[in-house]
């Protein structure tokens, strides 16, 4: 009886210790966003986002993840208007602009981050700081970085966000 026990038990810490490692090989892949055809370029994306800004010069780092079941999405970091943005890849690519626009998830830096998970509790908004942070060292290691400038069309035309 105690032998068919230990067999149950090293039976089931094999299984736990596969999984774990199965696990670790799905994790997500980051990646340039710029190289990635799915997106479409950069710049038009961004340009309409610091469109919405009252900031002359905007700042956006761009970080994209290749999912387990292969698809890809990217983070937009913009600085000035303290948010992390999800960008998700549209076919065709001409909507690649509008669904980073309207995208369903933006996570505003100064009130939908928190400590710890259990100040999560089931929210579908907030995040951890641990979190964001990844986020933001992935987009240093990995990501795009893109000024934008909203300057005037032509010279003496008033310029935005004075």
Sequence with gaps: MRRSW???SLAILLLLVALAAWGEMQETTAFRVSKAAEFGPLKPALQALAREAKHRTNHFC?????LKDGEKQAWVHWKEGKQLILWEARSPESENVAALVQSRRRIRLEKDVVATEAEVAGSTYL???SWVTEI??????HGDQVTI???PSHPGAPSRGN
């Design 136 to 141: 933001l060292q992935d987009c240093r290691a």
């Design 149 to 151: 400038s909203n300057r």
């Design 127 to 129: 995040v951890t700081r």
């Design 6 to 8: 230990s067999m149950r």
């Design 62 to 66: 761009v970080v994209g993840y290749r």
